[in-house]
């Protein structure tokens, strides 16, 4: 190791720190600084390689609980640093981006477990079941403060129907929120990454196009396994049910995602105005059966391909 590597390695190292230590203690920029704190053991690897991250990644954690107590170092170590070295090696190596991310985001999603589990172990706690009986306390809040404005309380209970059964749904959903937290949290990252890493100079591939993203045909067949694991899990083991519940709405998930893309494209084709998309991405989030047919669009998608064949029928005509 030179004695430039170290002194990067040792002044990226208090950086991270820093950013630990912010997304601990300072709730207005926690947001920004979670996403910010890989990045510098991602430049870290790109300039001088893994051991040095790694050294770095060890003296910031160990920094981090010297100042900010045991927790902010774990965190260090546990969420921070394995997310920015993958970063680094991707960039480094110059994986495809779509590789990036996956790994990325198989890292994240251990780091959320990872998280979760000790947050059980040292508070009792599990931060999802928290956050989710909190959006129950401020439904039924929300339901006595409209009966206070003399809404008739049947009615409310009517409306609010669908979500207080998505609401009681999701303790079972909790291994798809870890999942989709980690690819949330490697997404961001990449796309934050490639902008700060642009600012020194280090120009790294881009996603594809978002209109081009497609899921894989598999998920198809995960709509029904994820039904039938689940109808078996009712008569065997509530294991079995919860794993084949979450089967099913990872790929329901999926396919409405695609079905959004699906409906973006078809208004691209016609040159619709971006205000007009946005508004009706809005309803079929507010409106059941137009969410049903963005999710047959995207079901039609996955297993035909109604993008390409719109796009080799406007190369025809051209």
Known sequence: MGVRGLTEGAILATLVALLALATRYLPIIQIV??????LPLTFLVIRQGVRIAVLAALVAAAVGAIAGGPLTGVAIVATFAPLG????????????PVTVVALS???????????VVLTLVIAGVNPY????????????????????????????EQASGVMKQALE??????????????????????QVGRLVLRRFGIVTEA??????????????????????????????????????LNLFFLAQMLLLLQGLLVAWSFF???????????IMI????????????????????????????????????T
Request: aromatic share 10%.
């Open 105 to 115: 985001a198989g890292v994240a999603t251990a780091s959320v477990l990872i998280n």
């Open 282 to 317: 809005a309803i079929a989030f507010t409106q059941p059966v137009l969410s049903v047919v963005i999710f047959l669009l995207g079901l039609a998608d996955a297993g035909f391909d109604l993008r390409g064949r719109w796009r080799l029928a406007k190369e025809a005509r």
């Open 33 to 38: 600084s979670a996403f910010v704190c890989p």
């Open 129 to 156: 079941t928290v956050m989710i009986e909190s959006m129950q306390q401020g439904q039924e809040q929300s339901l006595r403060l409209y009966e206070r404005f003399g809404l008739d309380a049947k009615q409310l």
């Open 207 to 244: 996603l594809p196009p978002l209109t081009t993203w497609r899921t894989h045909p598999i998920f198809l067949w995960m709509l029904p396994a994820g039904f039938m694991l689940n109808l078996i899990g009712q008569a065997l083991h509530d294991a079995l049910e919860t794993a084949g």
């Open 268 to 278: 691209d084709r016609y040159h619709s105005p971006n205000w007009l998309r946005w």
């Open 85 to 96: 070295i993958v970063l680094g090696l991707g960039v480094r190596n110059r994986w495809k």
């Open 169 to 190: 749904l999701l303790p079972r959903l909790i291994p798809l929120l870890i999942v989709g937290s980690g690819a949330f949290v490697a997404l961001i990252n990449f």
